[in-house]
């Protein structure tokens, strides 16, 4: 929303530059219309371009990524379902559901940091944004209307003993979905801890 509004703002801009210029030199410099009309537009597409704003991620502009706006859809999907994650953990009265919601909180927002810093890494992460991510979501909305029903029948009892199962399971596949976005970086730095421990084995064995 705030793209499209300044995007519009980029529009009104250009626009009114690239008509005074037409005015100018059209009345004011009685030039040719077939010359003015050029100018104008080419007035207007270069200050909407120097002013529309960059759509970015990570410092990139996506239009730089391969399939940057799929990837910036799906960035923008990730965050929704974070954000439906943390205003359901604020309803949740059993502490134990609470804990559980919070890790996966923690984790998506540190997904989502990860994507933002790492958009080429967005791709790998489907799984996680579109099954994980969102079952996490949904669940603990359907959750929340458990509860807020305030209706203790077995059925019930049972959903929500299963829903803290399946969210102790979630934020098993939160973490392994983290591990293996990272899993370069992972072994980049195991590599370099066992050349530091070498090293050092080296430079006391002299």
Do not use: H
Not at 42 to 65: E, F, N, S
Not at 67 to 82: P, R, S
Not at 94 to 118: F, G, W
Not at 167 to 174: C, I, K, M, V, Y
């Amino acid at each position: 929303m705030k793209n499209d509004f300044r995007q519009n703002i980029a529009a009104i801009i250009s626009a009114a530059a690239a008509g005074g210029v037409f005015v100018l030199l059209l009345f004011l410099l009685e030039w040719s219309i077939f010359i003015d009309i050029p100018v104008a537009i080419g007035t207007y597409a270069g200050l909407y371009l120097m002013t529309k704003p960059r759509r970015r991620i990570g410092g990139i502009d996506i239009d730089l990524i391969e399939n940057g706006e799929e990837l910036e859809q799906k960035l923008i999907e990730a965050k929704k379902d974070c954000e439906s994650i943390q205003k359901s953990i604020i309803k949740i009265g059993d502490l134990q559901v609470r804990n559980e919601a919070e890790k996966l909180s923690e984790t998506s927002r540190a997904i989502i940091e990860y994507l933002e810093n790492n958009p080429s890494k967005i791709r790998q992460a489907r799984q996680f944004i579109d099954y994980y991510q969102d079952t996490a979501s949904k669940l603990l909305s359907k959750y929340i209307g458990l509860q807020d029903a305030n209706i203790e029948t077995e059925e019930i009892i049972r959903l929500k003993k299963d829903t803290r199962s399946a969210l102790a399971t979630l934020n098993r596949a939160f973490s392994g979905q983290f591990e293996k976005l990272m899993r370069g970086e992972l072994t980049d730095m195991q590599a370099e801890i066992e050349l530091l421990e070498q090293t050092v084995k080296m430079e006391m064995d002299k």
